[in-house]
């Protein structure tokens, strides 16, 4: 499989003014009073070896009719002619000749067109053949869930499978929104030089409703879903605190952690901290564990008390909405003494 780069579609022109000529119902131009532009081009500059195709076009314009005109055409590769064609002019002057690269050797190629005296040329080239890599497209959306109000990210990248995943610039990706079987939207983006492209869907265009969104580069492709909802989303909340809020007695080695109400990935843990008489502890940390937030910590001193901190953003839920500021306080148990308050409670 190969992949063509995208361009705007050029024609490479070349073009001749010359006068005196006119055409009649056998397909030849005649002498007669009167300028001529004569053009040729071909749709892309540079072709695949052995499976593409070449598609030549032109046009003949003038001072009087240019329809039903004779043209010869001429592949030229140096100095030698490889191939021969005749095309006549259309209604508008218009002109079109085609030739697969399946006979082709790679190199530097010249078209010549000519109409009685007349004559334009265009150049292109003919790839050196090489083996087909394999490709993986990705596609994803920055969250699952939607409100009207929030504009959707889609994102994805384009990629060799080649082991080392090296990333295929330059590449047109097309991109259609549906809700349900219907399309609502088109795009085509163009992958960067970390072969990754990015669409992104306004606020406020989306109804409710399920989404799906296809994305294709030649023949791979992707596909991604999501949901936009009336629904107010809810944002993560603590629902069962370790040590318990304002328990007393607990363990200078106990668990401390947080659980929360739904499923959170992590966005930021640095912030999370345990403090004694307005002082950070040194050598705590944070780690999610599915719905529950792990805090790691050296012995605590006993019979002090203790405030467990959870910034904002720490984490969020699976609609991308990011938790409130949390903390509690509870006190470790007295040298010697009995207790444990730090079984599990909810607020």
């Known amino acids: 499989m190969k992949l063509k780069r995208t361009s705007l579609l050029l024609l490479f022109t070349a073009v001749l003014v010359f006068s005196g000529l006119v055409s009649n119902a056998n397909y030849n131009l005649t002498a007669a009073s009167g300028n ?41 590769k140096g100095d030698s002619a490889v191939a021969f064609g005749q095309t006549a002019t259309g209604n508008d002057g218009r002109y079109a000749w085609q030739f697969s690269t399946n006979n082709l050797e790679p190199g530097e190629y010249k078209v010549v067109a000519t109409v009685n005296v ?111 909802s009336v629904e107010q989303a809810a944002k993560p909340e603590i629902e069962v605190y370790q040590p318990a809020k304002g328990a007393t007695g607990v363990a200078v080695d106990a668990e401390i952690s947080a659980t929360f109400n739904m499923d959170v990935t992590e966005v930021d843990l640095s912030g999370v901290k345990i403090e004694s008489d307005g002082a950070a502890l040194i050598g705590v940390s944070a780690a999610l564990s599915g719905r529950v937030l792990e805090i790691s910590h050296p012995d605590l001193d006993s019979g002090k008390d203790y405030k467990v901190s959870i910034p904002g953003g720490a984490v969020q839920s699976e609609t991308g909405l990011l938790n409130d500021p949390a903390s509690w306080t509870f006190k470790t148990k007295s040298s010697g003494g009995g207790g444990g308050g730090g079984d599990d409670c909810s607020p």
């Open 36 to 76: 001529y532009t004569l053009t040729v081009g071909t749709d892309k500059n540079s072709y695949d070896s052995g499976d593409d195709t070449v598609i030549v076009a032109g046009k003949l314009q003038g001072d009087s009719d240019t329809s039903n005109v004779s043209v010869g055409l001429v592949l030229m």
């Open 118 to 228: 007349a004559r334009a040329e265009a150049s292109f080239t003919i790839r050196e053949e090489t083996v087909p890599a394999s490709y993986k497209l990705t596609l994803g959306t920055d969250r699952t869930d939607y409100s009207p109000d929030q504009s959707v990210v889609v994102s994805g990248s384009l990629l060799k499978d080649n082991g080392s995943r090296t990333p295929v610039p330059d590449v047109a990706i097309g991109l259609v929104l549906y809700l349900g079987d219907e399309p609502l939207a088109f795009a085509q983006k163009t992958t960067d030089v970390e072969g990754a492209f990015t669409w992104t869907i306004p606020a406020g265009t989306l109804e409710a409703g399920d989404y799906r969104v296809y994305a294709t580069a030649n023949v791979v492709d992707a596909e991604a879903a999501f949901r936009v």
